[in-house]
């Protein structure tokens, strides 16, 4: 008389649930860090790139005034000579309690005397750019000088920060997945000599190294994966409640697009965790296994 | 330089084999031992006389510190890792502690060397389950090692080493945990796996069961073999 037998072959190595539990944990909090590292990245580099579009959209048009009589004929000839250049553009003549909020931080809320030769300042947006060159050229003529600020010195330190941050962030995630390898290769060595008695039964029964490896690899693999999982799940959640609010210039998920572009890169982020982990399960079993070999 | 393993023919060879642990002396000295294909050895010794260590030689658990070891006509030394990978699949072996996997369970366990070999569960479930069946296992296949007896523990062994029908079966005091019959039966089952063309080599201090199942019988003390009739 004979039992009933399962329907599939157990696993040659036992699982360990509180161990698993506890690698899985430590892989979940290191896929979060990394895909946070991820999306602040990105995010940054959004930013920076609806920041510069928008910088470069605008620009402020200066009109040094020669005198406190001529300023309202020679600013609606800066701002005629605008419009007839740009008729596209938006065009905004900065009133005079305008000029002295800009003023103020430098200021202060003292009144100003009247004598202060403040410039006219007029803020011009428009797609196309503005002929600097040939709007001096012709205001000159008219005895008005103007000088224009494309604002491409904040736009150009702006590029370098993000870059560096972008930078940063990448660093982070691959400092983050050499962790999950250390973390994976001290496990599988921890593992190999737990089972250091099933492994002479496999080696006695004519088990090649792969083979025994493999048993660490798919166990590594799984752990990496599931980790990687949660973690960027967690990032993910923390990301749309960041991105929940305040729109388009945040580092949030500002539209759709970006949202599947940082999930699929997430996503990935998941999967390199188990490819990291499955290698160095594998590259450490097979480097003490032939160790090993070499003593038998 | 030594000559290589001298027959094709025999299933193992061992030609001035010399080994010692670290610097400590030699446990075996000049041992030359050859065992025809198909031949049934019982190898005795006193306990401690180095049995359990030229099994170990005799089943590549140990590499020897002088000598030639040669196995179905081939030099173990010049082998690489592959070849004595499937070597080892040729060899069956029941050792004194059985090394049974705790987790898996009987039916498993004795599964084990066809799964390294590569085969698929289907292919093997009848031949696994008539063999637990014929050492008496067939009503524990799925109980785990630990809920065993001390002779099932032996059986499920024995079981796991002839599963796939090894060239050479080696065993270490195969009987020392089980009563007379248990033994007598395990016994009868390493000579039917004799009978079916099989090289068996068994250590044992059982010299009861020796003289109810005649068969060559070396001996071995002080680090070397001699033929006891």
């Known amino acids: 008389m004979s039992e009933r037998l399962p329907e599939q072959s157990q696993p040659i190595l036992p699982s360990r649930p509180e161990q698993g539990r506890a690698l899985i944990v430590v892989l979940a909090v290191m896929a979060t860090l990394a895909a946070l590292a991820l999306l602040f990245s990105r995010g940054a580099d959004r930013l920076e790139h609806d920041w510069s579009a928008q910088l470069s959209e605008s620009s402020t048009v200066q009109v040094m005034v020669a005198s406190e009589t001529l300023r309202a004929a020679q600013m609606s000839a800066v701002e005629a000579a605008l419009r007839d250049t740009l008729p596209e553009a938006r065009i905004n003549v900065l009133e005079s309690d305008e000029l002295d909020a800009l003023l103020r931080p430098w200021l202060g809320d003292a009144p100003l005397p009247d004598d202060l030769p403040v410039p006219g300042l007029i803020r011009v947006n428009s797609r196309a750019a503005l002929p600097v060159e040939s709007l001096q050229r012709r205001l000159e003529g008219d005895g008005i000088r103007i000088v224009v600020d494309d604002h491409s010195r904040f736009s150009g330190s702006l590029s370098r920060t993000v870059g560096r941050l972008v930078l940063l962030g990448i660093g982070l995630v691959i400092a983050t997945l050499g962790a999950a390898l250390a973390v994976s290769l001290f496990a599988t060595r921890a593992g190999l000599s737990a089972q250091r008695d099933i492994i002479h039964v496999l080696v006695q029964a004519g088990a090649s190294d792969s083979f025994i490896a493999r048993l660490f690899i798919g166990a590594s693999a799984r752990r990496g994966t599931v980790g990687g999982a949660l973690g960027c799940a967690v990032a993910a959640g923390l990301w749309l409640i960041i991105s929940i609010g305040p729109g388009r210039g945040t580092v949030g998920w500002s539209g759709a697009l970006d949202g599947i572009i940082d999930i699929i890169l997430l996503v990935a982020l998941a999967l390199c965790f188990g490819v990291v982990c499955a290698g160095a399960a594998g590259w450490a079993a097979t480097r003490q296994l032939t160790d090993e070999r070499k003593r038998l | ?229």
């Open chain 2, 1 to 229: 330089m030594d000559p290589a393993p001298q027959s094709v023919e025999h299933s193992l060879v061992m030609q001035r084999i010399g080994l010692r642990y670290g610097r400590g002396p030699e446990v075996l000295s000049g041992v030359d031992l050859a065992l025809p294909p198909g031949s049934f050895t019982f190898l005795t010794g006193q306990s401690g006389a180095g049995k359990s260590t030229l099994l170990k030689l005799a089943y590549l658990a140990l590499k020897p510190s002088r000598g030639l070891i040669g196995l179905f006509g081939r030099d173990v030394a010049v082998m690489n890792n592959a070849e004595l990978q499937v070597l080892r699949r040729r060899i069956g072996v029941v050792l004194q502690d059985f090394r049974l996997i705790d987790h898996l369970s009987v039916f498993e366990n004795v599964a084990l060397p066809l799964r390294v070999a590569g085969r698929e569960r289907s292919s093997y479930v009848t031949d696994v389950t008539e063999l637990l069946q014929w050492v008496g296992l067939g009503h524990r296949m799925n109980a785990l090692p630990p809920t065993l007896s001390g002779g099932e523990k032996q059986r499920c062994a024995i079981a796991r080493a002839v599963i796939s029908k090894p060239d050479l079966l080696i065993a270490d005091e195969p009987t020392g945990n089980v009563d007379p019959v248990i033994g007598e039966r395990l016994l009868r089952l390493f000579a039917e796996m004799n009978r079916m063309g099989a090289t068996v080599l068994i250590a044992t201090h059982d010299l009861a069961l020796i003289e109810e199942f005649p068969a060559r019988t070396l001996h071995l003390e002080n680090g070397k073999i001699r033929e006891r009739r």
